[in-house]
């Protein structure tokens, strides 16, 4: 009897997030026990009902099996209009020495200039040129690993209090990136600035 009132939403739900590389969290939804290729494209479906306002890249540990029942099902007929489905660098080595399919399509960081901007070219110190990934595609991963932290209060929260209180962490992470990306973004500001400022210091020694 008091089994049957116990509730344990982890052991009921999965918690599926939607975040940009920037690690600002865009949606997210809880999957009844399992997540699944279909519930992962329906997610998306409902996140982005706007095909204008679909992401270039959606990246997903399971790409290739979404990727799979996407072009079964027929979504792909409008997902390949506006977006490529990859999986995320830490699975892809996991995944490309077997599939065929996902080698092809779902490559991170294709070499071969079939998506350019998924991969860009930089310089190291010595100016030596080198081919590295465009996007931080462990923003999800990082993401989970900070939600995981909460499992042992959300586990023995009621349904409508772990709605909440996800709700409101996610929505405090999302603050709290877009907070450091302002720092950053100043303090790159105030830099220049400040070699600005340094020149100017060096021309009243010159003079
Ligand atoms: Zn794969």
Same mark, same amino acid.
């Given at each position: 009897?008091?089994?049957?009132?116990?509730?344990?939403?982890?052991?009921?739900?999965?918690?599926? %997030?939607?975040?940009?590389?920037?690690?600002?969290?865009?949606?997210?939804?809880?999957?009844?026990?399992?997540?699944?290729?279909?519930?992962?494209?329906?997610?998306?479906?409902?996140?982005?009902? $706007?095909?204008?306002?679909?992401?270039?890249?959606?990246?997903?540990?399971?790409?290739?099996?979404?990727?799979?029942?996407?072009?079964?099902?027929?979504?792909?007929? %409008?997902?390949? =209009?506006?977006?490529?489905?990859?999986?995320?660098?830490?699975?892809?080595?996991?995944?490309?020495?077997?599939?065929? +399919?996902?080698?092809?399509?779902? =490559?991170?960081?294709?070499?071969?200039?079939?998506?350019? =901007?998924?991969?860009?070219?930089?310089?190291?110190?010595?100016?030596?040129?080198?081919?590295?990934?465009?996007?931080? %595609?462990?923003?999800?991963?990082?993401?989970?690993?900070?939600?995981?932290?909460?499992?042992?209060?959300?586990?023995?929260?009621?349904?409508? =209090?772990?709605?909440?209180?996800?709700?409101? +962490?996610?929505?405090?992470?999302?603050?709290?990136?877009?907070?450091?990306?302002?720092?950053?973004?100043?303090?790159?500001?105030?830099?220049?600035? +400040?070699?600005?400022?340094?020149?100017?210091? $060096?021309?009243?020694?010159?003079?």
């Amino acid at each position: 009897m008091e089994k049957k009132n116990y509730f344990s939403p982890s052991r009921f739900y999965c918690i599926e %997030t939607i975040c940009a590389p920037c690690g600002v969290v865009i949606a997210w939804t809880k999957f009844a026990k399992s997540e699944s290729p279909t519930k992962i494209l329906k997610f998306l479906a409902n996140t982005y009902p $706007d095909e204008a306002t679909r992401p270039d890249y959606i990246c997903i540990d399971k790409a290739c099996q979404v990727l799979r029942t996407s072009i079964q099902n027929g979504s792909w007929d %409008t997902w390949s =209009n506006t977006s490529r489905i990859i999986v995320d660098a830490y699975h892809y080595i996991n995944h490309r020495t077997t599939d065929w +399919m996902c080698r092809t399509y779902c =490559n991170p960081a294709p070499l071969d200039g079939s998506a350019s =901007n998924l991969v860009i070219e930089a310089e190291t110190k010595d100016g030596e040129k080198y081919l590295k990934r465009a996007f931080n %595609t462990q923003a999800c991963e990082q993401l989970n690993g900070w939600i995981g932290g909460f499992d042992s209060i959300l586990k023995r929260m009621s349904i409508d =209090n772990f709605n909440w209180f996800l709700h409101v +962490m996610l929505f405090y992470h999302t603050q709290n990136t877009l907070d450091k990306i302002e720092q950053r973004t100043r303090k790159k500001k105030d830099n220049n600035n +400040m070699s600005d400022s340094d020149n100017d210091n $060096d021309d009243d020694e010159i003079m």
